[in-house]
């Protein structure tokens, strides 16, 4: 297994000029499998500053991407011209390749169906929406649904995220071959530090979409801890409070700081996830939950929601898990990080994200499958 491979990342989601932090995750799949093989990206995008249609191309390292902007339209036969075109400009491009990487199934995944009928390329999928899950209570309409199982079902893997997401997406009919493979988690940006700010300080990252991420109510936890807590910092990390502010204003908070901070890089965030005492994730739903690994990888204690991928391994002293909503129970456990703080082995806890999630092994995963593609094929 030591071919050097061209694979072909088909991307429902990628970041972009029009959406710089949509898919961030699966842009770090393609930089981990870059590591063994050439990776070209392509993702299109439709966008209201593009009167015609334009193709940009960048390369960092390994991974060479392209990005078709085409022009806005809310007519969908329009859109659909518009983006086959796109994909067929970007494909001369590419040139030839040895497999295709569907990123997210729907709709791109039809272009690899498009690509198995004509040249006979394999494809894997790799999945993450959320969209998928009961506890979303999304309606999936009848025409994706129908050509997402022809999607599923011609893959040669489906690799969702998580068991969760496997076992959610199969009792939706879509029927395939899977085998799950977690996403990235960058064990050499997110490392531990003897850093931590001298205030308790709690920190949560996010889009901040409340239907998914619950801020409104840990906004009133954040007010009931201000019975127990003299002081403390409450960090919102991912958009700004103006949705919120209503809220914050009827809370009346007296002594808590609450602060909102916009998108920050990686770097950022890693500083911010160092410093804290506690990061804490009261989802909803979730299909993995990079944000709360790369906490624990910082060496800081990690309160989660029974959601996502904390949920499906082996429980550890510097993570806790509570149910969906429960306010009580997220109050009780922050106060017990205050009171009596968990003794941390941080390096422990590095090793403990390092070891199943660095991107050696999700690429070597990754590797795996894709030989074992073209194994079929031959």
């Known amino acids: 297994m030591t071919k050097k491979l061209h694979i072909l990342f088909l991307c429902s989601w990628f970041p972009s000029k029009e959406f710089p932090t949509n898919g961030d995750f699966i842009q770090r799949h393609a930089k981990a499998i870059s590591l063994l093989h050439k990776v070209s990206v392509l993702h299109i995008v439709s966008s209201k500053q593009n009167a015609k249609t334009t193709i940009e191309k960048s390369v960092e390292n390994n991974v060479t991407t392209y990005i078709g ?13 518009r ?22 199934l729907y709709p791109f995944g039809l272009f690899a169906l498009h690509q198995k009928i004509i040249k006979r390329k394999q494809y894997i999928i790799s999945e993450h929406w959320t969209g998928y899950l009961k506890s979303r209570k999304y309606s999936i309409p009848f025409y994706q649904k129908m050509c ?9 893997f489906v690799c969702p995220v998580s068991n969760e997401l496997k076992k959610e997406m199969q009792d939706l009919g879509l029927k395939g071959n899977y085998i799950p493979v977690g996403n990235v988690i960058d064990t050499a940006l997110f490392i531990p530090s003897n850093k931590k700010n001298k205030e308790f ?6 889009g901040l979409n409340n239907a998914q991420k619950n801020i409104s109510d840990m906004l009133q936890v954040a007010k009931l801890l201000e019975n127990s807590i003299p002081s403390f910092t409450w960090k919102f990390i991912g958009g700004g409070s103006e949705k919120y502010q209503k809220t914050i204003d009827q809370l009346e908070f007296k ?9 920050v890089s990686q770097k950022e965030l890693a500083k911010h996830l160092q410093k804290a005492t506690v990061c804490v994730s009261f989802s909803n739903y979730e299909t993995f939950g990079i944000v709360s690994l790369e906490a624990i990888a910082c ?13 499906e391994l082996e429980l550890q002293d510097f ?9 009580n129970a997220l109050t009780k ?9 968990t003794k941390l082995e941080v390096e422990k806890m590095h090793l403990f994200v390092k070891d199943l999630f660095n991107q050696d092994n999700i690429a070597e995963a990754f590797s795996k499958l894709y030989f074992k593609s073209l194994n079929r094929n031959s």
């Open 255 to 263: 002594t808590a700081k609450i602060e909102f901070h916009n998108h």
């Open 319 to 327: 993570f806790s898990i509570i149910p969906v909503k429960d306010k």
């Open 299 to 311: 060496g800081t204690y990690t309160i989660t929601t029974n959601t996502g991928i904390l949920n």
């Open 83 to 104: 983006f086959y075109k796109a994909y067929v400009q970007i494909l001369k491009l590419i040139g030839n390749y040895d497999l295709m990487h569907v990123n997210t």
């Open 69 to 81: 902007y085409i022009k806005h339209t809310k007519n969908p036969i329009l859109k659909t011209i």
């Open 201 to 206: 300080t709690i920190v949560h990252v996010s």
């Open 148 to 156: 997402s199982k022809l999607i599923v079902k011609k893959a040669t």
């Open 333 to 341: 456990e922050i106060m017990a990080q205050y009171n009596n703080p």
